[in-house]
């Protein structure tokens, strides 16, 4: 028999893995805006019905963390999510302006712009006494990889994209004797932004590229409920805030940009940006020994991305004098996500799951821009756990998601003009690994 040593062993080595692959995980945005949703892959397989209600697994916590009371024992959860994203524009058409109308714009369309990704998690709860419990989440719930090639016809509205998280949630949750659980405790969370676009030769010919990096680590709090009303129904409700981060970084130019008769000079650079709050709500109903559905819907305020505004600590051209900072319109709105799914407990030793859902973007149409061409999307998806011991069961949850067409319709007198059209899919696989003692 496996001892509790070794169990722990094995926890802290699997969980230990996942915080250093979270450290240099290249998050990719799957779900709307910049949301990571891969955050469970246990939950993965339902299109992530029974975020706020299931507490089958510690990683649902991340969405709930009124889950975390409902634990009869202490349980650790670690796993990981490849993602394969494909994003190509289509119709391509550009034209320069006043500041590069010297430049060529015929690159083709048909490019894949998106980055696969690895997304891993860890979490664990420990049960303090029989009405308390202590949890804590390690994951990566927002990021974003574009990358074009260096001729794309839109280079001077962006060229690469990049925005990394790691977010940290202690929480304490109290289970009163009606069922009720409930829980809070702060967020913690690191983030890195990179931005590049290319430049024009203000003097002649030719072009540079430019790069703004920052980052910042900020706070918020999550708080939540999950009650068993019945030991057949159960309601979820919580919320994230939003977390606004203060970045210090620089911008940076390559050596064609410093190069030029009128030269681009590197600059330290700060600017504000936040990820949004959330609520989140839902049910799930067991009709059986067999059959369980469930229901969630989640609203986030995306209006904190609205323009996004970089302060240079002098002027990165001597000759433009209002280069001392660069700001870009966004103006993006709230959103709705809505998931339906069911479990089926085929024996004591197989589950199977699955889902759809619907993730509508907080982007409007007027101001979709090259850097993030996102629109409304629909999921499918399918899971299943397999109990590998008393103490282990192991997860997979596989999506396929369906992108509408983008349009994109950027116009600008000195950066010239960009059209095109975006069509996406998606593919997700996860793994979810849950040990117990």
Sequence with gaps: MTSKFKKGCLWGAASGTA?????????????????????????QGSSFAGMSTLSSDASTMFYNPGT???????????GGTIIIPVAKAKNVSASGGTLNNTQSFSSSSGEDMAN?????????????????????SIASPWGLVTDYEGDFAGRYYGTTSSIKTINIKPVLAYRFGNGLSIGA?????????????????????????SKVSGDSVDYGWTAGLNWEITPATTIGLSYISKVEHDLEGKIKFDSAAKG?????TDRNVSATVATPESVTFGI???LNDQWTVMADAQWTNWNTIDTLTFKFDGRTNAAVATSTSTSDEYKWGSAWFGALGARYQYDENWAFTGGIAYDETPIKDKYRNVRLPDSDRYWVSLGTTYKAADWADISLGYSHIFAQDADVNLSDTQLGTFKA????????IAI?????F
């Design 19 to 43: 915080l250093i692959c979270a450290l240099a995980a290249s998050g990719n945005a799957h779900a709307s805006g910049f949301q990571v949703r891969e955050t469970s892959g246990t939950l």
């Design 68 to 78: 975390v009371g409902q634990y009869d024992e202490t349980s650790y959860s670690t």
């Design 116 to 136: 696969d990704a690895f997304v891993p998690n860890a979490y664990a709860v420990w049960k303090l006494n029989e009405q308390l419990n202590l949890g804590i």
């Design 185 to 209: 405790g702060p967020q913690i969370q690191y983030l890195d932004a990179e931005f590049s676009k290319t430049v024009d030769n203000l003097a002649g010919a030719g072009e540079g590229s």
């Design 260 to 264: 030029f008769a009128l030269p681009y």
């Design 284 to 286: 799930a109903q067991k």
């Design 421 to 428: 059209s975006y069509e996406a899919h998606v593919d997700i």
């Design 432 to 436: 979810q690994a849950k040990l117990k």
